[in-house]
């Protein structure tokens, strides 16, 4: 009996699944957070008999064989790139990409994060930060006396300094886009890594055909769909409680077993 | 032991077979495209057996085949989630070669911009070959209910194959939601009476209320069959004992 084998991949199968949408939950209101969804694959099955046995001299054959299945196995969690909801937040250094892209950061280790989480605060030195305090790439110093910032939608950062009527350049934001964007790796504080799976970065401009619009004074909110996670999890609950009536089956079964003498 | 503990115990590891089967069904509750896969018993009959020359039926494993019925379609929104309504199914490449089907179409897009399943098996259009996107095109498509992949500005990128697979239910699973098709049948076709819609995923076939049925049916006939199994015990005992006391 492989029973009790086969529903204990059942159940780990379920609690992956109740961790992705526990996680997805406790992350509904994340600024650019993207919610991921457990997929799962039928683990290989043992053939006991192969279809095409010869069942006489004559040449007939098994059209069937006897295969059983081994289970199931978690495949990968892929995330979900679709836009979420954007807030207004009415910040001037609060930025959202309506679109495809990432916003570029450098970690303090000098290697490259990717992020879709636009609330950026200035650095003591006057310099564009993420709220990790990652710098934000391209470089963006902000002057003192800056009355008022201004970022168009191709990504085009200008200030307003003290009393003068015409804006200055400060620089242009530049996106990153991956050709797997569902292969990059999360590492936590809204980041996500490039990986051999994701591809490199492709260095693109805000507003280029296909690619994002950057929009000042908004955040992306998560695109976590509660209803959907609640659903998700009732089915979940349950799918782990029948594996576990299978385990109770075979359990009971091997008692019978016990029990003839 | 005599004839009646065969035949219960015939049933009995044919019954252990069915709940491996259940429980495989059942731990597949939640994946994506997976088909409930049945066990079916024949029977070896047996007169040599009998004094009285009545037949005595064994029971065995005859084989398994896939229930191919629709799943329920759940919407996603992820563009790259494909799901077939109808009799058809997405050809994928699986390793030397060989072509394999499955009705998972959770897709994601890989390095080379091949569209592939999680497990990295690429998808297949019409004549057989991977689909590529080029890589300024990301998830931006749509594809359309006869597998035709435009991007944003209207360009035809490809076209999802739906393939038509003879005998189908006596396919042969690989695992990860894979099949091949059965020996001796045709090659697959391009299927007709078919269509995708993207950003659904057609769930799991696996009906609860049938396998938790299941489970009961098969602990009741297994618990029969020992019991069988025990009367014959008694039987023997009991006739051993009257024996005895007669000598």
Same mark, same amino acid.
């Given at each position: 009996m492989k029973t009790l084998g086969i529903a204990a991949t059942g159940m780990l199968a379920q609690q992956t699944n109740v961790d992705v949408i526990a996680n997805n939950i406790a992350n509904a209101n994340t600024t650019g957070f993207k919610s991921g969804r457990a997929a799962f694959q039928d683990l290989i099955y043992q053939t006991m008999q192969r279809e095409g046995a010869l069942t006489s001299e004559d040449g007939t054959a098994r059209p069937v064989g006897t295969d059983i299945g081994l289970g199931v196995q978690a495949a990968g969690v892929v995330r979900l790139n679709s836009q979420g909801g954007l807030l207004q937040t009415e910040n001037p250094l609060h930025m959202a990409i309506e679109g495809r892209g990432f916003f570029v950061l450098n970690r303090p280790d000098g290697s490259q994060a990717y992020t879709r989480d636009g609330g950026f605060q200035l650095s003591s030195e006057g310099q564009l930060v993420s709220l990790s305090g990652y710098e934000v790439e391209p470089a963006i110093v902000v002057p003192q006396n800056t009355r008022n910032i201004e970022i168009n939608q191709e990504g085009l950062v200008m200030a307003y300094i003290e009393n003068d009527p015409d804006p200055v350049e400060l620089g242009q934001l530049t996106l990153a886009t991956f050709l797997n964007e569902a292969g990059m790796k999360p590492i936590g504080?809204?980041?996500?890594?490039?990986?051999?799976?994701?591809?490199?970065?492709?260095?693109?401009?805000?507003?280029?055909?296909?690619?994002?619009?950057? +929009?000042?004074?908004?955040?992306?909110?998560?695109?976590?769909?509660?209803?959907?996670?609640?659903?998700?999890?009732?089915?979940?609950? +349950?799918?782990?409680?029948?594996? %576990?009536?299978?385990?109770?089956?075979?359990?009971?079964?091997?008692?019978?077993?016990?029990?003839?003498? | 032991m005599g004839n009646t503990s065969y035949v219960s115990l015939s049933l009995a590891s044919a019954l252990?077979? %069915?709940?491996?089967?259940?429980?495989?069904?059942?731990?597949?509750?939640?994946?994506?495209?997976?088909?409930?896969?049945?066990?079916?018993?024949?029977?070896?009959? %047996?007169?040599?057996?009998?004094? %009285?020359?009545?037949?005595?039926?064994?029971v065995r494993d005859g084989g398994s085949y896939v229930d191919a019925t629709q799943g329920a379609m759940m919407p996603t929104g992820n563009p790259l989630d494909l799901a077939i309504s109808g009799n058809a199914w997405f050809g994928f490449e699986a390793g030397e070669g060989q072509t394999a089907y499955g009705r998972n179409g959770r897709l994601v897009v890989d390095v080379e911009g091949r569209l592939t399943t999680t497990a990295g098996n690429a998808i297949l259009d019409a004549s057989g070959a991977p689909i590529v996107l080029p890589g300024e095109v990301g998830q931006n498509i749509q594809i359309a209910p006869d597998g035709t992949i435009t991007s944003a500005d209207g360009s035809v990128l490809g076209r999802v194959g739906l393939f038509d697979v003879d005998y189908e239910t006596l396919m042969h699973p690989i695992g990860q939601g894979l099949y091949i098709s059965p020996l001796g049948a045709e090659a697959a076709l391009p299927a007709e009476n078919a269509k995708v819609s993207q950003g659904f995923v057609e769930t799991s076939n696996v009906q609860p209320v049938i396998e938790m049925t299941r489970l009961i049916d098969i602990q009741r006939a297994y618990e029969n069959s020992l019991k069988l199994l025990g009367e014959e015990d008694d039987l023997t005992r009991q006739a051993v004992q009257r024996l005895g006391r007669v000598g």
């Open positions: 504080d809204n980041l996500l890594e490039a990986t051999t799976a994701s591809g490199e970065a492709t260095e693109v401009s805000p507003g280029d055909p296909g690619i994002g619009a950057v +929009r000042q004074g908004y955040l992306e909110n998560s695109n976590v769909n509660i209803i959907q996670q609640i659903t998700d999890l009732i089915s979940a609950q +349950r799918a782990y409680e029948m594996n %576990s009536k299978a385990i109770e089956t075979a359990d009971q079964m091997m008692s019978t077993v016990n029990q003839i003498k | 252990e077979r %069915s709940l491996d089967a259940t429980a495989h069904n059942l731990s597949n509750a939640s994946t994506a495209g997976y088909k409930a896969f049945r066990p079916v018993f024949e029977t070896v009959e %047996s007169d040599a057996e009998s004094a %009285s020359g009545n037949t005595i039926s064994y």
